[in-house]
T-cell receptor, first 115, second 110 residues
Framework: EAQVTQNPRYLITVTGKKLTVTCSQN?????MSWYRQDPGLGLRQIYY???????DKGDVPEGYKVSRKEKRNFPLILESPSPNQTSLYFC??????????????FGQGTRLTVV | EDQVTQSPEALRLQEGESSSLNCSYT??????LFWYRQDPGKGPEFLFT???AGEEKEKERLKATLTKKESFLHITAPKPEDSATYLC???????????FGTGTSLTVIP
């Protein structure tokens, strides 16, 4: 079954304690990205990756890091989480060459609370 | 500044009452406009991609259309299971970054 898998689904952590949210896709997609979703603000792109070892900043990259060492994995790293990073996070991957017939597949989300 | 605006924010329909959701955009060129459905507590589910003005796509009771400034998602004879938040996103002409609207929350009453 084609899917994007995020872990963990729920996470409560304390300010300053480094954490990693994992994302894995089994569809051999080249494009992967991370979003945060906040009430009234919608989905905002944090980082995206066009392929292995190629990453770029999205709209709200401050306080986040990513890496793309393998095509299937795209972890999101919070080196020193702060309460304003409390949010619902989604990972997504895109199917399609160029942008023709593009479909996007989203993970089930990670609800992060930083206290 | 690139912007995606969806209206209305919320919409309540009687079952069978057709309507339209709007997504207006201002971006530097448009490489694609995407529609998603999101159920509470879940990730967005892909519906359509539109690439050029005049393009239309259909799926069951949903039909998406695109002009140079906006897109419409038409819902024909909706059912309660169509209740969800509908999101649109644009991919602008340069770069590979997506911009989302804040969504329209649709409730279909039996």
């Amino acid at each position: 079954e084609a899917q994007v898998t995020q872990n963990p689904r729920y996470l409560i952590t304390v300010t300053g304690k480094k954490l990693t949210v994992t994302c894995s896709q089994n569809m051999n997609h080249e494009y992967m990205s991370w979003y945060r979703q906040d009430p009234g603000l919608g989905l905002r792109q944090i980082y995206y990756s066009m392929n292995v070892e190629v990453t770029d900043k999205g709209d709200v990259p401050e306080g986040y890091k990513v890496s793309r060492k393998e095509k299937r994995n795209f972890p999101l790293i919070l080196e020193s989480p702060s309460p304003n990073q409390t949010s619902l996070y989604f990972c997504a991957s895109l199917k399609g060459t160029g942008w023709a017939n593009t479909e996007a597949f989203f993970g089930q989300g990670t609800r992060l609370t930083v206290v | 500044e690139d912007q995606v605006t969806q209206s209305p924010e919320a919409l309540r329909l009687q079952e069978g009452e057709s309507s339209s959701l709007n997504c207006s955009y201002t971006v530097s060129g448009l490489r694609g406009l995407f529609w998603y459905r999101q159920d509470p507590g879940k990730g967005p589910e892909f519906l359509f991609t539109l690439y050029s003005a005049g393009e239309e796509k259909e799926k069951e009771r949903l039909k998406a259309t695109l002009t140079k400034k906006e897109s419409f998602l038409h819902i024909t004879a909706p059912k309660p299971e169509d209740s969800a938040t509908y999101l649109c996103a644009v991919l602008r002409g340069t770069g590979n970054q997506f911009y989302f609207g804040t969504g329209t929350s649709l409730t279909v009453i039996p």
